[in-house]
C-alpha cells in the first residue's frame, strides 16, 4: 500500500505572532516550528497502517522551503519511510493542493493522511482539495479508520455525534485526535532518520484568486468585573447575575 | 448576479446554520437564492428561508442524495452555481458545509476561504472577508478575485433575524455522478450531548480545577439551568474524565458562544485558542493571577465548589422570576 503522509509545519502553539512587510507577512523571526499536530496524528496511524500490511511504504510530503527540514527529518524518526519536499513557500491551501496533487499524480497513492486542520491559517480544506485535484474521496475529521482490501471504514466527528462512513481506496483523510496517539521518536528511529531518502523537487506554476492583504492583533480586551466570593458566595453570585442580565444581556 | 447559499440539514431538518448562512448572506448586497439538498421533512421551513433574507429557494430532492456525501453534494452545487449564475457561494463552516466548500470551489476554479467569523465587503469588485488565523491569536483579512468565490462561515458569526416573508420553493432537477459516492455516510451515532457544542449559544466547560469526573454533575447542572452545552479543558479530557467531543481548544472545537463560562480552568493560549472570540466570557476560578481573567469580561475569583452551586441555585431563582 502507498501510504502518502501530508506535513505542515507551524508555529509551535505558543507563539505569539507579529506581522511584516504590511503585516502581509508573519514575521518568522524568533519563532519554533514544530509538525502540525494534526499530522502527528497521521503519523502514528499511518504507521500502524504499514506495519500490519507488509510491503507498504510512507512518504512523507510537505511544501516548505529548506527550514522545515528539520521537522521533516522528526517525521521520519517517527516512523515514515522516505520524504519529499515541495521547495516552495505554502502561501495558502489552494496553491499547496495544486503542488501536493501534482507530485502524488507522479508517485502513485493509495492512501492520503491530511490533518483535520493546520493551526496557522487553520484552514482545514488541504486535503480535501487535494482529493478534488486528484478526483477521490475525502473524509473529515476522522477519529478511527480501519482498512481491509479496497475499503475503509471510518468514524468522523459531527456536531453532536459521530459519522460512520464508508469509502473506497484511493482516498483522502482528514484526521482528528484518536486516530493515533503520536509517536515520541527514539534514539534508532532518530539514528535512521538521517539515512532515509529525502528528495526535493521544485513547484509548478499556478494561479490562485485567493490572496491574504493583511493581518492585525485583536483588541486587548477592557478590564473585566471579576467579584470575590471569599467571606460572601451569595453577593458575588448576585452581582454576576445583575451584570449578566442587565450589561452582557447573555441570560 | 446572486449569491448561492447551501442550506445544512441533517436528519430531514435543516440545521441552525442553514440560517446564518442566509443571514450572512444577505450583508453581500446581492440577490440570495438558497438550496437545499436531500431529504428535508417540513417543507415549510424551506419557504420561511424567505423570512430571514433569500428571495429563491431551490430544493434538489435526488433520491440518491438523501444520504450525506460531501463529493456529490458539492458536484450538484457547483452546477447550480453555474446554472442560476451565482458568482458567490456561502457555505457554513460546519461539519455538512464546511466539507462541501473546498470541494465546489475546485469544481468552479473559484477564490476560497474557510471558518470565516467578520462581515464580508465588496471593494473594487472584489470579495473582501476575514476570519481569526493563529488559533484566535491574530485576524487576517483576504481578497478573493475569482470568477467565483466560495466561503464558509463560522457557526454562531451572524444571528439570523425574521425581515421578510415566506418564498415559493421550486424544485432543481440535478443529480451527482456516480464516482461522487466514493464515500458516503452509513450511520450517525449520537453522543450524549443534548446540545451540540459548536452551535450552542451559551457554554458551561470545566477544567482540572473540578479535580475529578464525579463532580463534573455541578458543570452539567449550571449548564442545565443555561440551557447551555457542556465543555472542558484538555487537562479534564486526558484525565479521561470527559470525551474528546466535548474538548474546546487548538486539539478541540472551536467555539464562538454568545457567552462561555469557564470553571476550573487555568486559559492556557491553547484553550483559549479555541473559545477567545466567544462575544461573552466568563471565569469562575480561585486563583485571581489565572490567564483566563486577562480574557474573561466577568469572573468570580473563588472555589468552584461554593460558587458553582450557590450560581446555579441563585440562576433557577432568576429564571423563575423573569418567566
Ligand atoms: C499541542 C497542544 C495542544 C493543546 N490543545 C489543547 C486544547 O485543545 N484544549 C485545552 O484546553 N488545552 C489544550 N492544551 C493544553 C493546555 O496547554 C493546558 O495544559 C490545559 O488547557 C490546562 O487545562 P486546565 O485549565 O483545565 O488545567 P490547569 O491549567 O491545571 O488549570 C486548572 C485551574 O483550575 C483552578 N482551580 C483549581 N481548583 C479550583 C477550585 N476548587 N475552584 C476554582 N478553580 C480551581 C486553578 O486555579 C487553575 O487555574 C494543549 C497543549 C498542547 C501542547
Ligand atoms: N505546506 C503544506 N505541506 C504539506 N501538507 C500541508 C501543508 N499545508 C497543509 N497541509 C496538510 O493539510 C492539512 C490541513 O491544513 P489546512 O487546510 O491548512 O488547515 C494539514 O494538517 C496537512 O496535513
Redesign the interface.
Known sequence: MKIIVCVSCV?D?????T?IENNSKLNEQGVQFIVN??DEYSLARAVALRDANPGSKITVITVGEASTEQNIRKALAAGADEAIRINAKPIN??YVAKQIAHVLKEIGFDIIFTGKES???????TG??I???L???????V?SLEVSGNEAKM??????????????LP?VLGSQ??IGEPIIPNMMGIAKARTKPLTVKEPIAVE???????????KP?GA???????GN??D???Q??E???KE?K?? | MSVLVYLDS?NGAL?KTAYEAVAYATHLGQEVIALAIGNIENTQSLADMGKYGASKVYHINDEKLKT?A??AY?SVIAQAAKELNCKTIVFS????G??I???A???L???????INVLPKVENGQL?VG?????????????????Y?VISVRPNTVKPSETGSPVNVETLNISAGE?DF??????????S?K?????AD?IVSGGRGMKGPENFYLIENLAEV?GAAVGASRAAVDAGWRP??Q?VG???K?VSP??YIAVGISGA??HL?GM?TS?????INKD?EAPI???????????AF??VP??TE??KA??QKIS
Request: glycine content about 8%; proline content about 4%.
Open positions: 508555529p502553539t505558543t507563539t505569539k505572532p506581522f499536530p494534526y491551501a489552494q493551526i496557522d491559517y487553520n484552514g482545514g480544506i480535501n482539495l482529493a478534488t485535484e478526483d477521490i474521496p475525502y473524509t473529515h475529521s477519529t468514524e468522523r466527528e459531527i456536531e453532536g455525534g459521530k459519522e460512520v462512513v464508508k469509502s473506497s482516498m485526535k484518536g490562485i484568486p485567493t490572496l491574504l492583504v493583511t493581518h492585525e492583533l485583536p480586551k473585566g468585573k471579576f467579584f470575590k466570593a471569599e458566595v451569595q458575588a453570585v448576585n454576576l447575575i451584570s449578566l442580565s452582557a447573555t441570560i | 441533517a440545521r450525506f460531501n463529493a458539492a463552516a460546519s461539519s455538512i464546511g466539507v466548500a473546498p470541494r470551489a475546485v469544481k476554479n473559484a477564490g476560497l476561504l474557510s471558518d473582501i476570519k481569526t488565523v493563529f488559533s484566535g491569536k491574530a485576524n487576517a483579512t483576504f481578497s478573493l478575485s475569482g470568477e468565490n464516482t466514493r464515500a458516503v455516510a452509513e450511520a450517525i451515532l449520537k453522543t450531548d446540545i451540540s457544542l459548536t452551535e451559551i443555561l474528546h467531543s474538548q487548538q486539539t478541540g472551536t454568545t457567552m493560549i491553547q485558542a477567545g462575544k461573552v466570557i466568563v471565569a485571581p481573567f486577562k480574557v474573561a469580561d466577568y469572573g468570580i475569583i473563588g472555589d461554593e460558587v450557590a450560581l441563585a440562576l432568576y429564571k
